[in-house]
């Protein structure tokens, strides 16, 4: 059975940081990403890695601020989110695919974890 499970979420002033985590477990996967979704909002691409090779995917408005990581021994993923600010605040997901490309198009995605909540206050 396969499962992302996504840690590591809270509440965080404006300027802080948060770094969350997402285990996967059932199978291997060739990249994994980050998406985020708003309230009010369409979810939107964070952050995407491949697993062998590390290629990383940014969106534009995170680029010099999160980081995305992969741990293969762990089988787990994770971003580091540093200069958070109240258009951060969203349920975070973390994705997998089964192709090494690390695609910001959440429809090429085939397994997703449940969303950690992640608020920044002002």
């Known amino acids: 059975q396969v499962q992302l499970v996504e840690s590591g979420g809270g509440l965080v002033q404006a300027g802080g940081s948060l770094r969350l985590s997402c285990a996967a477990s059932g199978r291997t996967f060739a990249a994994m990403g980050w998406f985020r979704q708003a309230p009010g909002k369409e979810r939107e691409f964070v952050a995407a890695i491949t697993w062998s090779g590390g290629t990383t995917n940014y969106a534009d408005s995170v680029k010099g601020r999160f980081t995305i990581s992969r741990d293969n021994a762990k089988n787990t993923v994770y971003l580091q989110m540093n200069s958070l600010n109240s258009e951060d605040t969203a349920v975070y997901y973390c994705?997998?695919?089964?192709?090494?490309?690390?695609?910001?198009?959440?429809?090429?995605?085939?397994?997703w974890g449940q969303g950690t909540q992640v608020t920044v206050s002002s």
């Open positions: 994705a997998a695919r089964r192709f090494p490309t690390a695609q910001s198009r959440a429809d090429f995605y085939d397994y």
